[in-house]
Structure formats: structure tokens, C-alpha cells
């Protein structure tokens, strides 16, 4: 059974960095898109970033320019670097993974970004 856990969430001042991990486990197979989302309260749930096999990445207009979304396929890994933090990314931010019926069939529990202006 596949599991992504995330870490790295936290409490930050406002222009601040912090580092989003997820891992992976319980597959064998390599996963083709990795991707992180994020739920503010009283929102639903909206894309962050994605990347595709090794590289190829995608970005939220919210999260061009600050956010850097990377991976490690040799471990199952992806990361989200976020700079100059606004108070409006507060949310919990979960990793995603696709699966072999849907784009991201597989989820984390999300970890919680609090952002302080």
C-alpha cells in the first residue's frame, strides 16, 4: 500500500523559507507526476506545483517565482522550497502522487504551514 508522508511545515514570520519533504513508500514503482496542492481554512483544496518524470515542472501563478518543487526518483521524494512567504499561503499542504487510475490518486495527511505577517 502506498503512503506519502510530509514533513518540514512549521511557523514562519512573513518573507521567510521554508522546505516541504515527502516521501514515499510501499511502491516499487516510480511514480510519473509528484505534485503538492495546499487547503487554506474555508477553502478548497488548489494546486501548488507538480513535476513530471524528472524535471519537467508546473506552477501555480501563486507559487511562480517563490516556490521551487524538486524530486528525488531514486528515493520516491518530493520537495517544495517556499521563499518570501505571504501570510495568504497559510494552509496545510499536501503531497500528491499519481497512481494507475487517476493523475494523483495517492495523498498525504497534509503538514501545516503558518505563515505570521
Known amino acids: 500500500q502506498v503512503q506519502l508522508v510530509e514533513s518540514g511545515g512549521g511557523l514562519v514570520q512573513a518573507g521567510g523559507s521554508l522546505k516541504l519533504s515527502c516521501v514515499a513508500s510501499?511502491?516499487?514503482?516510480?511514480?510519473?507526476?509528484m505534485g503538492w496542492f495546499r487547503q487554506a481554512p474555508g477553502k478548497e483544496r488548489e494546486f501548488v506545483a507538480q513535476?513530471?518524470?524528472?524535471?519537467?515542472?508546473y506552477y501555480a501563478d501563486s507559487a511562480k517565482g517563490r516556490f521551487t518543487i524538486s524530486r528525488d526518483n531514486a528515493n520516491n521524494a518530493v520537495f517544495l522550497e517556499m521563499n518570501s512567504l505571504k501570510p495568504e499561503d497559510t494552509a496545510v499542504y499536501y503531497c500528491?502522487?499519481?497512481?494507475?487510475?487517476?493523475?494523483?490518486?495517492?495523498w498525504g495527511r497534509g503538514t501545516q504551514v503558518t505563515v505570521s505577517s
Open positions: 513535476v513530471r518524470g524528472s524535471d519537467t515542472t
Open positions: 500528491a502522487a499519481d497512481g494507475p487510475t487517476t493523475k494523483y490518486e495517492y
Open positions: 510501499g511502491s516499487s514503482v516510480s511514480f510519473n507526476y
